[in-house]
């Protein structure tokens, strides 16, 4: 057994191409060797902004042997009465690469078949693997790729190189004019030449001496390292640390081939920015990671992590900050600019912003937001209904702003610095911010009451709006994120735990759409099995048992509340033995009552003793749960339902449902209907049965 090392060189590739790339190369080889029938061991990746590299350790010389066993005709069909093959055999044989010399009988289940057992002698490992390295080559895919100069395959970034070793064999393909060999190339700037790697032994060895870090995990904790000491040795800055972020460090991880940290300032004026601004002008246009002081707050200075060591620091340093302090300028004037207009008269010009063709203007939006804001805060927080109306008439105006223009993603953040510029209450510049939360799922939800009640005004419009002009959501076309707002409203309302009826806020959104929606029962209906739909999938990627969940939304779901106080009732008490026979009785129930929904009950009709103890018991649970269920226990009512188990039982052994008598089997209809309607008060537990 040899180790594989295959490494595909390039000009430097975007960041966030880099991991995916290969962990493409990891899946598609460890498909193929298994399509091949090839053992292997660990498979290892490597790679950096120029490199693709794939180190498969173990790999073994050839094939396994294959012993083929292949059924064909029965024996009457293949052979004639002198027991000579027919052509239906000979065409099999000859269509499986064999002749009737290999053809033997044996006895099956449907008596004697002629069957082709083949013996197919693995190929040695060395011949296979040119070809299957050139197609993971050829099949990798990038978010954008181009075919560079005349070359006929695209690829992210033009293919420089090619090395290709089996232990200390060159494997020999080419691809678009560059041939594989055992030689690479070191660090662009400190190490501007090639170098033969002999095996994947020493690959990483030979990289490190030429500068290059090829682990990515090592390569990030150097970067980590790297930005924290140029902060603690530049000494530009006291009390000084790095804001670390996770998702920048990974990015500046596959920007270098080896990371060398530089800290640089800024002036302070430009801390009278907000630190959203600050931030996302290092982080979003540069790279750079902002330095906080030890209780976290902003100051003038940023680190850079730069590709190449560099003899003079300062001219660096001088060179970051030049760049920085332009889009600070930038940032400031646009805030400036911004700060100089009122928040009412960039509330105006949202009629200059198309919301959706069919939908109106981000204005419209606006007006609606603020008349479903305030029935919601009447549900929610009736206190705080005109705080809500306020933080929703203004919550959009920061799309005209010149500071969103050039960074989108500070929408809401800059509402809410505008709002408090302006003196507005602190909690409608709050949640101007956190309207937009969560902005993904799992992410941060609002922290005010304030801010989800606009946060969900304006899911619930975006969601009413879509669905009332018929806008399809499919596996692959979601073009206004439905399904994502649709989690961060279940996410809202769970986290707030408020009893609020989404088909009536949904109804009420379309209506405040007028005549531009279908405002149609059917739509309520489509809008709520949306919804139904990712609370039902988002519980069970939770953990829930799909039948609890099943068993209570597919009776009712309208609020979010109860719907979880029913599952959490159902998942409490299902493991009880008596909760078992009582759901497999219950379906039982179903499979008798069909499609009756008549539950009056004439009690004189009840002749037998087990019919008469069953209502008995009936009268008595409807009571106790109507008691237990108004106040929202539903695991108490679950348990006193528990009481109808033996009454049930005890009615089916002794008492004819289909009774001669109309009177009577209708009768007997109603009650095991009506103890169903009972049952269904919480769920269908016949959905939960084992």
């Given at each position: 057994?040899?180790?594989?090392?295959?490494?595909?060189?390039?000009?430097?590739?975007?960041?966030?191409?880099?991991?995916?790339?290969?962990?493409?190369?990891?899946?598609?080889?460890?498909?193929?060797?298994?399509?091949?029938?090839?053992?292997?061991?660990?498979?290892?990746?490597?790679?950096?902004?120029?490199?693709?590299?794939?180190?498969?350790?173990?790999?073994?010389?050839?094939?396994?042997?294959?012993?083929?066993?292949?059924?064909?005709?029965?024996?009457?069909?293949?052979?004639?009465?002198?027991?000579?093959?027919?052509?239906?055999?000979?065409?099999?044989?000859?269509?499986?690469?064999?002749?009737?010399?290999?053809?033997?009988?044996?006895?099956?289940?449907?008596?004697?078949?002629?069957?082709?057992?083949?013996?197919?002698?693995?190929?040695?490992?060395?011949?296979?693997?040119?070809?299957?390295?050139?197609?993971?080559?050829?099949?990798?895919?990038?978010?954008?790729?181009?075919?560079?100069?005349?070359?006929?395959?695209?690829?992210?970034?033009?293919?420089?190189?090619?090395?290709?070793?089996?232990?200390?064999?060159?494997?020999?393909?080419?691809?678009?004019?560059?041939?594989?060999?055992?030689?690479?190339?070191?660090?662009?700037?400190?190490?501007?030449?090639?170098?033969?790697?002999?095996?994947?032994?020493?690959?990483?060895?030979?990289?490190?001496?030429?500068?290059?870090?090829?682990?990515?995990?090592?390569?990030?904790?150097?970067?980590?390292?790297?930005?924290?000491?140029?902060?603690?040795?530049?000494?530009?800055?006291?009390?000084?640390?790095?804001?670390?972020?996770?998702?920048?460090?990974?990015?500046?991880?596959?920007?270098?081939?080896?990371?060398?940290?530089?800290?640089?300032?800024?002036?302070?004026?430009?801390?009278?920015?907000?630190?959203?601004?600050?931030?996302?002008?290092?982080?979003e246009h540069q790279k750079y990671f902002p330095v906080v002081n030890s209780e976290g707050k902003l100051l003038p200075g940023f680190v850079a992590v730069n590709n190449t060591k560099v003899k003079d620091q300062d001219v660096t340093r001088k060179g970051h900050q030049r760049v920085l302090r332009a889009r600070l300028e930038d940032a400031l004037f646009f805030f400036n600019g911004d700060c100089a207009g009122s928040m009412e008269e960039k509330r105006k010009r949202l009629d200059g912003i198309?919301?959706?063709?069919?939908?109106?203007?981000?204005?419209?939006?606006?007006?609606?937001?603020?008349?479903?804001?305030?029935?919601?805060?009447?549900?929610?927080?009736?206190?705080?209904?005109?705080?809500?109306?306020?933080?929703?008439?203004?919550?959009?105006?920061?799309?005209?702003?010149?500071?969103?223009?050039?960074?989108?993603?500070?929408?809401?953040?800059?509402?809410?610095?505008?709002?408090?510029?302006?003196?507005?209450?602190?909690?409608?510049?709050?949640?101007?911010?956190?309207?937009?939360?969560?902005?993904?799922?799992?992410?941060?939800?609002?922290?005010?009451?304030?801010?989800?009640?606009?946060?969900?005004?304006?899911?619930?419009?975006?969601?009413?709006?879509?669905?009332?002009?018929?806008?399809?959501?499919?596996?692959?076309?979601?073009?206004?994120?439905?399904?994502?707002?649709?989690?961060?409203?279940?996410?809202?309302?769970?986290?707030?735990?408020?009893?609020?009826?989404?088909?009536?806020?949904?109804?009420?959104?379309?209506?405040?759409?007028?005549?531009?929606?279908?405002?149609?029962?059917?739509?309520?209906?489509?809008?709520?099995?949306?919804?139904?739909?990712?609370?039902?999938?988002?519980?069970?990627?939770?953990?829930?048992?799909?039948?609890?969940?099943?068993?209570?939304?597919?009776?009712?779901?309208?609020?979010?509340?109860?719907?979880?106080?029913?599952?959490?009732?159902?998942?409490?008490?299902?493991?009880?033995?008596?909760?078992?026979?009582?759901?497999?009785?219950?379906?039982?129930?179903?499979?008798?009552?069909?499609?009756?929904?008549?539950?009056?009950?004439?009690?004189?009709?009840?002749?037998?003793?087990?019919?008469?103890?069953?209502?008995?018991?009936?009268?008595?649970?409807?009571?106790?749960?109507?008691?237990?269920?108004?106040?929202?226990?539903?695991?108490?009512?679950?348990?006193?339902?528990?009481?109808?188990?033996?009454?049930?039982?005890?009615?089916?052994?002794?008492?004819?449902?289909?009774?001669?008598?109309?009177?009577?089997?209708?009768?007997?209809?109603?009650?095991?209907?009506?103890?169903?309607?009972?049952?269904?008060?919480?769920?269908?537990?016949?959905?939960?049965?084992?």
């Open positions: 057994m040899r180790d594989l090392l295959y490494e595909i060189g390039t000009e430097e590739l975007p960041a966030s191409f880099v991991q995916p790339a290969l962990k493409q190369m990891q899946e598609k080889f460890e498909k193929k060797a298994e399509e091949l029938k090839i053992q292997h061991g660990a498979i290892i990746v490597k790679g950096t902004p120029r490199r693709l590299a794939l180190i498969v350790e173990g790999i073994a010389d050839k094939q396994e042997d294959i012993r083929e066993e292949l059924l064909g005709p029965s024996v009457k069909a293949g052979k004639d009465s002198e027991g000579k093959f027919t052509k239906a055999a000979e065409g099999f044989a000859r269509s499986r690469g064999g002749s009737v010399d290999d053809l033997k009988e044996v006895d099956t289940a449907k008596g004697p078949y002629l069957m082709l057992v083949r013996e197919i002698v693995g190929r040695e490992t060395r011949e296979l693997l040119p070809e299957m390295l050139k197609d993971i080559l050829i099949e990798l895919s990038f978010a954008k790729s181009m075919r560079w100069g005349a070359n006929r395959h695209a690829f992210a970034r033009p293919i420089q190189w090619l090395i290709a070793v089996l232990g200390d064999d060159i494997l020999d393909f080419e691809h678009e004019g560059i041939t594989t060999s055992n030689v690479t190339r070191g660090h662009r700037f400190l190490a501007n030449s090639e170098f033969t790697v002999q095996n994947s032994g020493v690959y990483e060895e030979i990289l490190d001496s030429n500068h290059v870090v090829a682990d990515i995990a090592r390569r990030r904790e150097m970067v980590v390292e790297e930005i924290n000491k140029a902060v603690a040795e530049s000494g530009l800055l006291q009390d000084a640390k790095v804001a670390v972020d996770e998702d920048l460090v990974d990015l500046v991880n596959n920007l270098v081939e080896k990371p060398f940290g530089v800290c640089g300032n800024f002036d302070e004026k430009f801390l009278k920015l907000p630190e959203e601004v600050l931030i996302t002008s290092m982080r198309i919301f959706q063709a069919k939908l109106g203007t981000m204005l419209d939006k606006s007006e609606r937001l603020v008349k479903l804001s305030r029935i919601l805060a009447e549900k929610i927080s009736p206190e705080k209904a005109d705080l809500a109306s306020r933080a929703a008439h203004l919550c959009k105006a920061d799309l005209i702003s010149d500071m969103v223009g050039e960074f989108p993603s500070l929408q809401g953040v800059m509402g809410y610095a505008y709002a408090r510029n302006e003196n507005e209450a602190e909690e409608v510049a709050v949640a101007i911010k956190e309207h937009y939360m969560p902005k993904r799922s799992g992410a941060e939800l609002p922290a005010s009451e304030v801010g989800a009640i606009v946060a969900l005004a304006d899911r619930f419009d975006t969601l009413a709006g879509c669905f009332g002009i018929g806008q399809k959501v499919t596996g692959t076309a979601d073009p206004f994120g439905l399904r994502r707002l649709s989690l961060a409203v279940l996410a809202i309302l769970i986290d707030g735990r408020w009893d609020i009826s989404i088909k009536e806020i949904v109804t009420k959104a379309l209506a405040l759409y007028g005549d531009k929606v279908d405002g149609s029962s059917v739509t309520v209906e489509t809008v709520l099995s949306f919804i139904r739909g990712r609370f039902a999938n988002d519980c069970v990627a939770k953990g829930i048992d799909a039948g609890v969940v099943e068993a209570v939304t597919s009776v009712s779901f309208d609020n979010v509340t109860d719907a979880l106080t029913r599952i959490e009732a159902l998942r409490t008490i299902r493991d009880e033995e008596a909760f078992t026979v009582l759901a497999a009785s219950y379906k039982r129930i179903r499979n008798i009552i069909k499609q009756n929904e008549n539950i009056e009950l004439d009690e004189a009709l009840f002749t037998e003793s087990a019919e008469k103890v069953l209502y008995a018991s009936y009268q008595e649970v409807k009571a106790e749960m109507a008691d237990l269920l108004g106040k929202g226990d539903y695991v108490a009512g679950l348990q006193a339902m528990l009481k109808l188990k033996q009454p049930v039982d005890s009615f089916f052994d002794e008492v004819m449902v289909m009774a001669e008598d109309e009177a009577v089997r209708t009768n007997r209809l109603n009650l095991l209907t009506a103890i169903g309607e009972l049952i269904l008060q919480v769920g269908d537990i016949s959905k939960i049965q084992e």
